[in-house]
């Protein structure tokens, strides 16, 4: 008798204890913040394209006598929620494009991750009382992007990673780390990986519960119809001609393909909740994923809705898989040392502002007034370096100049897209102007007056000054 008491006993406390610890390590783990500050690019970008596109007739959007009158929206809110609310309400319309304005300021400031811990209540704010404010023109990209900005909010660690705020805080770091490098004149920034977080974790926890639920529920939903069950209803999307970019009802001459795309559709929906989870599966379900949204982008011309939901499933993404896109490189293994003259204060500040953008550390800051250049590369002198910055690949490439910068930008996640313009014909040549001016006119041996200057002028060179 007394074992069919305890045993049961026991057994109900271990599984208390079970669902405790995996309670908390699905939520309170730390985890890496990069794939949250993706999403709030993503979803910042979107509110702020939103907004703008309100604004090219503001007056029949939010005015008092637009397409949706005050009046109406509060007895359109009251029905749906009494405790529900839009900021646009309390602005007259004389008031409507300064607010517009300070409006999109905040929401640009969102996706650069400035402020992040404010700017996302803002933007979470605004962008909420702009749907409720027009529900003539609601859908689910709008009940989207809300429900991301609200996450990205109550978190507060949207700005950990892929931020302005990261960014301006590595320069201060890394401004220090110029100043005290050794004799040797190697240095290196310390690590920007972003330190995983509890609050990240919550984040990315609460997005990828809510994604399972919203395909979860869009494939229990259409079991409802009879086209998903006969394998018709992926024709009645194509043949709607009110979204639709492409013409594809010459689809209907294969009813076979037709079939296929209605049940792989619904299989997908129906299987991402489970197969999502399974890791090695997990880059097949994100392919297929994206790959549907994609097709919902150009077969309904939704594009901002798939874009929304991407965004969103960027939470499923690894950390260092994103980082290592941009950069192009293993993390942690070096890609080049970068040659610089550190008697230039200019030249020293510009390696802690690259460096800041160089959260992998594949760049190696080679001061090169304090080593012997050969070292480095024998083909090097340091009358060729003095003139102009050297890059030497990790293969042994060597890259001067311009055309070096060009190559360390293209390295670092932040300044990646600067880089691109290279490609743009007659802008290397004129880069390659403008470098070789500032290289020529930069300043060197000027005396510090702050605590991270990191060079004083030698004696030698200051007793000659004095003399002059």
């Given at each position: 008798?007394?074992?069919?008491?305890?045993?049961?006993?026991?057994?109900?406390?271990?599984?208390?204890?079970?669902?405790?610890?995996?309670?908390?390590?699905?939520?309170?783990?730390?985890?890496?913040?990069?794939?949250?500050?993706?999403?709030?690019?993503?979803?910042?970008?979107?509110a702020l394209w939103s907004l703008?596109?309100?604004?090219?007739?503001?007056?029949?959007?939010?005015?008092?006598?637009?397409?949706?009158?005050?009046?109406?929206?509060?007895?359109?809110?009251?029905?749906?929620?009494?405790?529900?609310?839009?900021?646009?309400?309390?602005?007259?319309?004389?008031?409507?494009?300064?607010?517009?304005?300070?409006?999109?300021?905040?929401?640009?400031?969102?996706?650069?991750?400035?402020?992040?811990?404010?700017?996302?209540?803002?933007?979470?704010?605004?962008?909420?009382?702009?749907?409720?404010?027009?529900?003539?023109?609601?859908?689910?990209?709008?009940?989207?992007?809300?429900?991301?900005?609200?996450?990205?909010?109550?978190?507060?660690?949207?700005?950990?990673?892929?931020?302005?705020?990261?960014?301006?805080?590595?320069?201060?770091?890394?401004?220090?780390?110029?100043?005290?490098?050794?004799?040797?004149?190697?240095?290196?920034?310390?690590?920007?990986?972003?330190?995983?977080?509890?609050?990240?974790?919550?984040?990315?926890?609460?997005?990828?519960?809510?994604?399972?639920?919203?395909?979860?529920?869009?494939?229990?939903?259409?079991?409802?119809?009879?086209?998903?069950?006969?394998?018709?209803?992926?024709?009645?999307?194509?043949?709607?001609?009110?979204?639709?970019?492409?013409?594809?009802?010459?689809?209907?001459?294969?009813?076979?393909?037709?079939?296929?795309?209605?049940?792989?559709?619904?299989?997908?929906?129906?299987?991402?909740?489970?197969?999502?989870?399974?890791?090695?599966?997990?880059?097949?379900?994100?392919?297929?994923?994206?790959?549907?949204?994609?097709?919902?982008?150009?077969?309904?011309?939704?594009?901002?809705?798939?874009?929304?939901?991407?965004?969103?499933?960027?939470?499923?993404?690894?950390?260092?898989?994103?980082?290592?896109?941009?950069?192009?490189?293993?993390?942690?293994?070096?890609?080049?040392?970068?040659?610089?003259?550190?008697?230039?204060?200019?030249?020293?500040?510009?390696?802690?502002?690259?460096?800041?953008?160089?959260?992998?550390?594949?760049?190696?800051?080679?001061?090169?007034?304090?080593?012997?250049?050969?070292?480095?590369?024998?083909?090097?002198?340091?009358?060729?370096?003095?003139?102009?910055?050297?890059?030497?690949?990790?293969?042994?490439?060597?890259?001067?100049?311009?055309?070096?910068?060009?190559?360390?930008?293209?390295?670092?996640?932040?300044?990646?897209?600067?880089?691109?313009?290279?490609?743009?014909?007659?802008?290397?040549?004129?880069?390659?102007?403008?470098?070789?001016?500032?290289?020529?006119?930069?300043?060197?041996?000027?005396?510090?007056?702050?605590?991270v200057c990191g060079l004083h002028?030698?004696?030698?060179?200051?007793?000659?000054?004095?003399?002059?």
């Amino acid at each position: 008798m007394r074992r069919l008491v305890i045993g049961p006993y026991l057994y109900l406390a271990e599984l208390a204890k079970a669902v405790r610890t995996g309670w908390n390590r699905f939520f309170f783990t730390p985890a890496d913040p990069t794939p949250l500050g993706m999403i709030r690019v993503l979803s910042g970008g979107l509110a702020l394209w939103s907004l703008l596109v309100y604004g090219l007739d503001l007056h029949a959007y939010l005015g008092s006598e637009g397409w949706a009158n005050p009046e109406f929206v509060r007895a359109f809110m009251n029905e749906e929620n009494p405790t529900a609310w839009s900021l646009w309400l309390l602005v007259p319309d004389s008031m409507l494009r300064p607010v517009w304005v300070g409006c999109i300021a905040v929401l640009t400031l969102f996706t650069l991750g400035l402020w992040s811990r404010v700017t996302a209540v803002l933007a979470w704010a605004i962008f909420v009382s702009t749907v409720r404010r027009t529900p003539v023109s609601v859908y689910g990209f709008d009940q989207i992007v809300s429900t991301w900005l609200f996450y990205l909010a109550v978190t507060g660690a949207s700005g950990q990673a892929v931020s302005l705020d990261r960014y301006l805080a590595r320069v201060k770091r890394n401004r220090a780390e110029v100043a005290r490098r050794g004799k040797s004149g190697i240095w290196s920034a310390p690590s920007g990986v972003p330190d995983p977080s509890i609050s990240a974790n919550l984040g990315l926890r609460l997005i990828q519960c809510h994604l399972l639920i919203i395909y979860g529920m869009a494939a229990l939903g259409k079991f409802q119809g009879t086209s998903w069950w006969t394998g018709d209803a992926f024709w009645g999307i194509v043949a709607a001609g009110e979204f639709r970019l492409f013409d594809l009802t010459w689809l209907a001459d294969y009813p076979l393909l037709i079939n296929v795309f209605t049940h792989v559709g619904l299989a997908l929906e129906l299987s991402y909740p489970v197969l999502i989870w399974v890791r090695p599966i997990r880059p097949l379900m994100l392919t297929a994923i994206v790959a549907m949204h994609v097709g919902i982008g150009l077969t309904l011309g939704l594009t901002e809705f798939s874009l929304a939901m991407v965004a969103g499933n960027f939470a499923f993404v690894s950390g260092p898989w994103l980082r290592s896109l941009v950069a192009g490189k293993e993390p942690g293994k070096s890609a080049g040392r970068v040659l610089y003259d550190g008697a230039c204060p200019r030249c020293r500040a510009s390696m802690a502002f690259i460096t800041a953008g160089d959260p992998d550390c594949l760049i190696e800051p080679v001061d090169l007034t304090a080593v012997d250049v050969a070292k480095v590369h024998p083909s090097l002198t340091k009358e060729a370096c003095m003139k102009s910055m050297h890059l030497v690949r990790a293969n042994g490439k060597i890259e001067v100049g311009y055309d070096a910068v060009m190559t360390v930008l293209a390295w670092t996640p932040l300044f990646w897209p600067l880089s691109t313009v290279r490609y743009v014909p007659g802008v290397s040549s004129v880069g390659r102007r403008v470098y070789n001016r500032i290289a020529t006119s930069r300043p060197r041996d000027v005396v510090c007056n702050d605590e991270v200057c990191g060079l004083h002028p030698s004696t030698e060179t200051a007793s000659a000054r004095s003399q002059r």
